[in-house]
């Protein structure tokens, strides 16, 4: 049987961003999410005879912060074609996007290896209206419209990825700059962000591209690599019971619940959707004091705020890592970081919201940043510890305390709970120390046989005396 280490994996992302403008694309209709079916809508989104498209600013602004973000090139002219496709979801039965010349080209974004720094490229990004979604219900399909017309950017990477981790870390890296520079939320529970994996295989030292299959409309990462991994498999084994087989480029729908893949269609070519200039939205020029404008004031990103985590703050590379995933936790964590007695804490304070209060976040069903603690509370438990105030056993008592009240300071859990001041008074100590001594007889001979356990046994049991 042949290994994995004989097939060479080629995986190219199509990656679709929802732009959080506050209208759509084309169109003056809200672009909110959890309406009411139907609700953000105009005649322009919904295809009415006589509609005109009037493109959106922001979006266009947001488009060209990506591009600056991933070293690509901005088109200074570019322009919007019409794609055709008849789907129930599809208002004009056409979708405005940028097929033959799109806004941003020929970027690349690098993500972290074990032992390596990859650079994915990115052949082209450009902007598109979304469709609407369908609900099913039990006896028919509805069309709900609030989605058509929302800005979308679909990020077009090269045929680089070699693994389904790989792909995972890439996309993973495309969400965490669409949150670094505001132009999406990225929250991949709304539909927000999608992505859209083309798989084949061939045999190591073969240059030549086998024939894709495209797997569709995949938000999560995890299922991302589920998926990937399940076709390539696929694919390996269909060669190797037959090496002349030829697989037919085809375009499947992953089954998160059944975790199974199903064919849909035979994969279409650009022919079959009928790609045509749009004729009612003239060349979009773009100039250069608009480029330099926005230069000037993107933001540091994540991948230099992780450098920075891990060269200035000292923290490991995983604390950093986690941190950094999200710009929503990292700038908790610095928010956090201000309100502990310095940036020597970095280490602790990292320690302490990724494992003890993530943990406890995960026990209750929750994500950390859900609990509603505010950053000034965590700061604040970090220097009770740092000043000796409590103890790190102590610290974890009221870390619990938190999580179930979170709108209360540590410093107002202490005061109304004594047993969490630490006891420092010999005359208190000491009788306690003398009872455990006179209890535990045995423990005492041990230890002076040389058995250390038995000091760390008869410790507890003046720290269980204590309640910590």
Not at 5 to 19: C, F, P, R
Not at 248 to 263: E, G, I, M, W, Y
Not at 277 to 293: A, F, K, S, V
Not at 439 to 459: C, M, R, T, Y
Request: aromatic fraction near 8%; charge should be negative; charged fraction near 25%.
């Amino acid at each position: 049987m042949t290994s994995l280490k004989d097939w060479d994996v080629v995986i190219g992302l199509e990656i679709h961003v929802q732009l959080n403008t506050h209208t759509k694309l084309f169109s003056p209709a809200p672009n909110t999410f959890g309406e009411n079916p139907n609700q953000n809508i105009s005649t322009i989104c919904t295809g009415q005879p006589g509609s005109l498209p009037l493109l959106n600013e922001a979006a266009v602004e947001k488009a060209v912060q990506f591009g600056l973000a991933v070293n690509a090139d901005i088109s200074r002219q570019s322009s919007f074609d019409r794609k055709s496709y008849f789907y129930p979801d599809s208002p004009r039965n056409f979708q405005i996007t940028q097929f033959f010349h799109p806004i941003v080209k020929n970027g690349y974004v690098e993500i972290s290896l074990e032992d390596s720094v990859k650079k994915v490229e990115i052949t082209a990004a450009h902007l598109e209206d979304d469709a609407g979604t369908l609900k099913h219900f039990s006896s028919f399909t509805g069309v709900d419209d609030n989605r058509a017309g929302a800005p979308l950017m679909e990020i077009i990477s090269a045929p680089c990825l070699k693994s389904a981790s790989e792909a995972a870390l890439y996309a993973k890296e495309i969400k965490s700059i669409f949150q670094y520079i505001g132009a999406s939320d990225a929250n991949m529970d709304q539909g927000q962000l999608r992505m859209d994996a083309n798989i084949s295989v061939r045999p190591q030292g073969e240059t030549t591209l086998r024939n894709k299959v495209e797997i569709k409309n995949i938000n999560s990462f995890h299922f991302l690599e589920l998926a990937i991994n399940q076709e390539i498999s696929r694919q390996i084994a269909i060669y190797e019971k037959d090496p002349h087989a030829v697989i037919a480029s085809s375009t499947c729908r992953f089954d998160p619940v059944q975790k199974t893949l199903t064919v849909m269609r035979k994969k279409e070519s650009a022919e079959d959707y009928r790609y045509m200039p749009e004729p009612d939205i003239p060349p979009l020029m773009i100039e250069e004091e608009l480029i330099e404008r926005l230069t000037c004031s993107l933001p540091e990103l994540r991948r230099a705020r992780k450098n920075r985590y891990k060269e200035q703050l000292q923290l490991s590379k995983d604390a950093a890592e986690i941190l950094t995933e999200e710009k929503a936790l990292a700038d908790y964590f610095e928010e956090a970081l201000s309100f502990c007695p310095s940036s020597l804490s970095a280490n602790l304070l990292a320690n302490w919201i990724t494992i003890e209060f993530f943990g406890r976040a995960k026990e209750a069903g929750k994500h950390f940043l859900s609990t509603s603690i505010p950053e000034k509370h965590i700061g604040s438990l970090i220097t009770l510890i740092e000043d000796k105030t409590i103890t790190s056993r102590i610290a974890k008592s009221i870390a619990d305390e938190m999580m179930k009240k979170p709108h209360t300071s540590p410093q107002t859990i202490v005061q109304e709970n004594p047993d969490y001041l630490p006891m420092s008074d010999p005359a208190i100590i000491e009788p306690i120390v003398e009872k455990i001594l006179q209890d535990h007889p045995q423990s005492i001979e041990g230890f002076k046989n040389g058995k250390q356990k038995a000091i760390s046994f008869l410790v507890g049991q003046v720290m269980r005396s204590t309640k910590g």
